[in-house]
């Protein structure tokens, strides 16, 4: 059968993502060719495979060393999870698709070729990215406090920062692609894994507030509270050569009272708290400075690309008792 490559790209543009530098026209089932997934600034290199009919589940890597990814007519759903489970992406002209880079994390099951008329009962949404920066803060929540998952969509709503619709939609998302079963979730660890691989470019990005040039030896904490992430709150393992911190919106008496400057390479970076941590109550005495929740710690640690902040992060992932409750 003939791939309809217009519909694939259809799918494609669906999912935010565009397949360049292929000659569409010159491949044919069994054949294979370089080509880049581009979601605007991000630039993925893939080696696009046509298989032949029953060859998809073969797939495994490309020879190339580029990931591969399997494009079909048609993908069977026992093929799909054989391919998801290898780590394979692929995508049916149905747009059936698990796609994950960067900030990209496509999972579509259930689609039927429009040409059958019908639609599985589950079938997802068209346009998916589980990972996006609301839904992100979700599984941040229930990941972060797990018990959280047996209450109320309220409850995980104020500790995600989101609306009870937005922890909603993210709940019943999770359910159909099977990261959650009734009210647990099925795999905490490899939902974690996901989320701290995709942090960085996803709600990372989504919580920049400022970013400055400052001495970190002494920090004047200024009219608001603030919380430490990364390497600042482990100073168990090591010396904070930068500083990451979390307050609840811009703080100008902070950045005036630490002389943080704006015209050098930035070592302090501020985001926006978004989290409140189920059943805490504010009060005056409650200390100026506190560290984030580990696992917030673990992804700025692990994001930061230095290699002696993923020691560190390896340290507390090995001590801290939420983090091996994953």
């Given at each position: ?69 399997v ?6 759903a ?57 839904r ?5 929540a ?52 996901t989320?701290?691989r ?64 704006t ?34 710690i673990?992804?700025?640690?692990m ?24």
């Amino acid at each position: 059968m003939t791939l309809d490559w217009n519909r694939v790209r259809r799918e494609l543009t669906s999912f935010g993502l565009e397949l360049r530098g292929v000659p569409f026209g010159e491949l044919t089932d069994g054949s294979e060719a370089p080509g880049d997934l581009v979601r605007m600034s991000e630039v993925q290199p893939v080696q696009v495979w046509l298989p032949r009919r029953g060859e998809a589940s073969l797939a495994t890597r490309a020879s190339s060393g580029r990931p591969l990814l399997v494009i079909a007519d048609r993908i069977h759903a026992r093929t799909a999870q054989q391919l998801r489970d290898a780590d394979v992406w692929f995508v049916d002209s149905a747009g059936n698709a698990f796609i994950a880079f960067g900030g990209v994390f496509v999972d579509v099951r259930g689609r039927r070729p429009e040409a059958v008329g019908e639609v599985d009962a589950g079938d997802t949404a068209r346009d998916v990215n589980l990972f996006s920066a609301k839904r992100a803060q979700v599984m941040f929540a229930l990941l972060t406090w797990q018990e959280l998952a047996a209450g109320s969509l309220r409850s995980i709503a104020r500790a995600a920062g989101v609306s009870v619709g937005q922890a909603q939609q993210t709940m019943k998302l999770l359910e159909e692609l099977g990261e959650m079963s009734g009210r647990n979730l099925t795999d905490p660890r490899k939902l974690f894994d996901t989320w701290v691989r995709l942090y960085p470019s996803g709600l990372a990005k989504s919580l920049r507030l400022k970013e400055f040039h400052g001495e970190l030896d002494q920090l004047q904490v200024g009219g608001l509270p603030l919380w430490l992430s990364g390497a600042a709150a482990v100073p168990e393992v090591m010396r904070a050569e930068d500083l990451t911190l979390y307050i609840d919106h811009s703080d100008g008496v902070l950045y005036t009272r630490n002389r943080w400057r704006t015209d050098r390479e930035p070592n302090v970076f501020v985001r926006r708290k978004f989290w409140s941590v189920p059943g805490e109550v504010s009060a005056g005495g409650s200390p100026k400075v506190r560290p984030v929740p580990s696992t917030l710690i673990y992804a700025d640690l692990m994001a930061s690309g230095d290699s002696r902040q993923k020691e560190a992060a390896q340290w507390l992932k090995e001590r801290d008792d939420r983090l091996r409750a994953l």
